[in-house]
């Protein structure tokens, strides 16, 4: 039985129920976190199990008769406990064997199985391993989990975080700048973080919300003859009024063919709250240069003062971009 995904560090429940011959329930005897073994991967063979039975606790003191119903018992396993170094990891399927516990008279073993943060994310994000580490902006993705195109990724929200359990709280985030799909090579401008990741390690890959489709541009676009509005890319947000807004990526391509990413430009951003006139940002907001077309947006809490704010950024040589933003309280 499949007990579920699990995120890293998180405490599983196992129950579990016994019957007599004729299917009503029944109480047992000889639970003990001792006959509790745990094998990882596909290494369910003797020797391989987890060494330690620290972390594994039984439900309502001894795991029987939970709550005082006959035929329920349980217990539960942490994953945050590091006794044994390692052996909780991302990305692994974990098989727990229960050996043996005793029920009318009768020798029963029972095995269950989860997993630790593999199934794939709901949200459209790729996950996967990094196979070859060279830095924190330049590591290659295991074989088979990342596609074969070049600059697939270019422009996605990168996060790399620590395959161990116990380190989970390490990450670093940033933007993909280039990728090599012959050799899942990724470039990586990171954007906050200092942890130094290893070969083995996760990212995740998010589209970034500046690359919606409704914004590519038709292939068939001439010159603009009704304003701007052809060639704006706009995109839609939802931040915390009267809060400043941080790490806003902005990507800008150049007028002439409307897809070579425009470097090297010293960006103007005007901004509309509530529906008023655009008027240049705050002089303590910023926006900068990361590489390969994109722009960082920081931008101060009074320029978030407003229930909807209209953001408009230009650029000499490039196309304009829209970004609206709808805070909330």
Request: proline residues 3%; glycine residues 10%; charged residues 20%.
């Amino acid at each position: 039985m499949h007990l579920g995904d699990y995120q890293a560090g998180a405490t599983i429940p196992v129950v579990f129920n016994t019957y007599g011959s004729n299917g009503e329930s029944l109480t047992m005897t000889g639970l003990a976190v001792t006959d509790i073994e745990i094998y990882k991967g596909a290494n369910i063979t003797a020797g391989n199990e987890r060494t330690s039975d620290s972390g594994y606790t039984l439900i309502d003191t001894d795991g029987i008769d939970v709550d005082g119903i006959t035929g329920v018992h349980g217990f539960t396993i942490d994953t945050s406990d590091n006794s044994v170094a390692g052996w909780w990891v991302r990305n692994e399927i974990y098989h727990v064997i229960i050996n043996s516990i005793t029920v009318n008279a009768q020798t029963v073993r029972m095995s269950y199985s989860f997993t630790i943060e593999m199934d794939p994310p709901r949200d459209g994000t790729l996950r996967g391993e990094i196979a070859t580490y060279t830095s924190n902006t330049s590591w290659t993705g295991a074989s088979g989990e990342t596609g074969a195109d070049d600059d697939m990724y270019n422009g996605y929200r990168v996060k790399v975080v620590a395959k161990e359990v116990a380190e989970r709280e390490k990450e670093y985030t940033g933007i993909v700048t280039d990728y090599v799909g012959s050799t899942r090579t990724f470039t990586i401008a990171v954007t906050q973080g200092s942890f130094t990741a290893a070969a083995s390690d996760i990212f995740y890959l998010t589209p970034p919300q500046s690359l919606d489709l409704e914004q590519t541009l038709p292939s068939t676009a001439t010159a603009d003859t009704t304003g701007d509005a052809l060639k704006q890319a706009t995109r839609e947000i939802t931040a915390k009024k009267n809060t400043a807004l941080n790490n806003t990526y902005i990507y800008l391509v150049q007028s002439t063919d409307h897809v070579t990413p425009l470097t090297g430009a010293t960006p103007t951003v005007e901004i509309s709250q509530d529906g008023g006139a655009f008027a240049a940002m705050n002089g303590s907001s910023a926006i900068a240069e990361i590489s390969d077309g994109f722009y960082q947006l920081d931008l101060v809490a009074s320029d978030m003062n407003a229930d909807t704010l209209a953001i408009k950024v230009t650029a000499t040589g490039g196309d304009p971009v829209g970004l609206t933003i709808s805070t909330v309280e």
